[in-house]
């Protein structure tokens, strides 16, 4: 490696330590406030350590806040849109992969050009559906959206299979397997990659939805975490500041822990989806 490689290599590095150093400072803020007490966060200057350290703002967002509650609502939402999403998506993207029928491709490309929509521009028209549908204070605007399919996860699921050989496919036709039992006993075994990937994304966009629950609750005993955390702002004072950092720590870590566990079949399935078209 020459000296112009290794300066290269160096300022990278450099680069991507500032990075993660800007990223990161917020967020150790932010866990370091919530073991504050409320007197100890408008101290100037501010300190980085808490002295002392507090559990206190953990236990009262925990129990006086509700956000057992809320954590236990957020939970029943992700994990219906994690079944739905996986499901749906896995049997759409079989289907356009292995299957060859009558405008098929206007079909898959109508479906693509969704991506560039805005989530904005059918905000409206999908708010009166579920209005005249009276399913205002409900879960069903949150999870029956997931059991249809999303582009980005057909896509996703359509490429990766797209990569396996489909001589796999012929092969179990020809040893008497129907079309279900090829998805379910072969590719979806194989596709776990690309399912984590999507499990992921799935995953952080329920979690942190915050306009869905916002739109369609209002009974408080219904709220998410992001809806509780925003109802809990709105409601707190500066000195009660630990308590709104503990709740977004709450909020925040399941979708860190989550990512930490399943980055490697995370990067391995948004790779393996772009092999073929």
């Known amino acids: 490696m020459n000296r112009a490689t290794s300066a290269k290599m160096i300022l ?5 330590i500032f990075g ?11 866990i370091a406030t919530s073991f504050k007490t409320g007197a100890k966060v408008l101290e100037l ?15 009262t967002a925990w129990t006086k806040v509700n956000f057992a509650r809320y954590t236990l609502n957020s939970t029943i939402v992700v994990v219906a849109d994690l079944f739905g999403t996986l499901l749906s998506c896995a ?19 109508a479906m693509i050009s969704t991506l560039i929509l805005p989530s904005q ?27 249809l399919g999303g582009a980005f996860g ?21 040893d008497g397997y129907r079309p279900w039992g090829v998805l379910w006993r072969i590719y979806i ?22 306009i869905g629950p916002l739109l369609y609750l209002q009974s408080k005993h219904l709220y998410t975490l992001p809806l509780g955390l925003l109802f809990l702002r709105s409601n707190l004072n500066s000195f009660e500041t630990p308590i709104i950092m503990a709740g977004a720590v ?13 980055q490697r079949h995370f990067i391995q399935g948004v790779a393996t989806a772009g092999l073929k078209g």
């Open 91 to 109: 049997m759409v993207g079989f289907g356009l992969s292995m299957f060859q029928f009558k405008l098929k491709t206007p079909i898959y490309l």
């Open 154 to 174: 057909i896509f996703l699921m359509h490429q990766f299979f797209k990569s396996l050989p489909r001589e796999l496919f012929e092969a179990a036709l020809i």
């Open 45 to 59: 200057p501010p300190k980085w350590i808490p002295d002392p350290i507090s559990v206190e703002s953990y236990l």
């Open 189 to 210: 075994p194989l596709s776990k990659p690309a399912l984590s990937a999507l499990a992921v994304f799935t995953f952080i966009g329920a979690w942190s939805n915050t």
């Open 12 to 16: 990278l590095y450099l680069v991507l």
């Open 250 to 262: 709450i909020t925040t870590l399941p979708v860190i822990v989550v990512f930490l566990i399943a």
């Open 20 to 30: 993660a150093i800007t990223m990161l400072v917020p967020f150790y803020w932010m």
């Open 121 to 147: 521009v059918t905000l409206i028209p999908t708010y009166f559906i579920w209005k005249n549908l009276n399913a205002f204070d409900t879960y069903f605007p949150l999870i029956v959206p997931s059991f």
